[in-house]
Structure formats: structure tokens, C-alpha cells
């Protein structure tokens, strides 16, 4: 199984959970582990996903997160276990 960590950050406001839930689903990424708050007005999710059968490349779904962000104010980055363990590594 590959897996890969999406992260995303910003103000709270309607419809971010559904529209990066949409793009995972129409790729074909499986969501294996959510976590997600609100602290001051701020959402913050964490997801762990896995990118094994994906349609897309992953730089391809990559683009289509960052574009969502884009549109909504937010920052959404995928990033591969690998290199999310190797940086948060204390």
C-alpha cells in the first residue's frame, strides 16, 4: 500500500471537507485516517490516504488540491509518507 498525508489550513467556511473528499473519490484515493478542528475561526484536517490505485499521477492530483486552495483561501498539500515522516522527524 502507498501512502500519502494531505494537509490543508485556513479559514473555516463551508464546503472544504466536501470538495477535497470529491477530488480524492474521483481519483480513486481511499481515505484511511481523518482528523480535523476548528481553533479561532481556523479549520485544520490531516488526512491519511491511500494513493495505491489512483487514477491520477501524483503530481496531477497535487494540482487538483492546490487549485481547490487556490479558489477557496486555503493551503491543501499531498505530500508522500515518506517525505512527511522524514520532515516532522524529531
Do not use: P, W
Not at 479559514?11 to 474521483?26: M, N, R
Not at 495505491?52 to 492530483?61: I, S
Not at 487549485?67 to 486555503?74: D, S, V
Amino acid at each position: 500500500m502507498k501512502k500519502a498525508v494531505v494537509t490543508v489550513l485556513g479559514l473555516d467556511q463551508v464546503g472544504i471537507t466536501a470538495k477535497v473528499c470529491a477530488v480524492l473519490a474521483e481519483t480513486n484515493i481511499n481515505i484511511l485516517d481523518i482528523s480535523q478542528t476548528i481553533v479561532g475561526g481556523y479549520f485544520n484536517m490531516v488526512m491519511v490516504v491511500d494513493i495505491t490505485e489512483a487514477k491520477d499521477t501524483f503530481d496531477t492530483t497535487a494540482e487538483k488540491l492546490y487549485a481547490i486552495g487556490e479558489k477557496m483561501g486555503l493551503k491543501i498539500k499531498i505530500q508522500h509518507t515518506e517525505i512527511f515522516d522524514a520532515m516532522h522527524r524529531i
